[in-house]
Nanobody
Framework: QVQLVESGGGLAQAGGSLRLSCAASTSIFDLDFIRWYRQPPGNERELVAARTSMGSKAYADSVKGRFTISSDNAKNTVYLQMNSLNPEDSAVYYC?????????WGQGTQVTVPS
């Protein structure tokens, strides 16, 4: 069993920045994949960023160059640094981890960027 607890969401102005945190109950090294998803109201959940246990990273085209996924293994925490925010980034952001055959999800944190 893996627990994921998210924090860091809130209100940001266009062009501003936020850093989301995902605290895991196990070592980040033990997770095969860890990902950030987002889901605007009425829209499908979409993959934003992903990281493997080997450190490889990937980003959606819509956030490439603006968002960065990183981790602090000593703190069992994964981060999503979001820069140059725009209203299209408004969504509930979820942390997701894959360990073997199991998937785990955080509770989600709201990010709002007014038009």
């Amino acid at each position: 069993q893996v627990q994921l607890v998210e924090s860091g969401g809130g209100l940001a102005q266009a062009g501003g920045s936020l850093r989301l945190s995902c605290a895991a109950s196990t070592s980040i090294f033990d997770l095969d994949f860890i990902r950030w998803y987002r889901q605007p109201p009425g829209n499908e959940r979409e993959l934003v960023a992903a990281r493997t246990s080997m450190g490889s990273k990937a980003y959606a085209d819509s956030v490439k160059g603006r968002f960065t996924i990183s981790s602090d293994n000593a703190k069992n925490t994964v981060y999503l640094q979001m820069n140059s925010l725009n209203p299209e980034d408004s969504a509930v952001y979820y942390c997701n981890a894959i360990k073997g055959s199991y998937a785990y999800w955080g509770q989600g944190t709201q990010v709002t960027v007014p038009s």
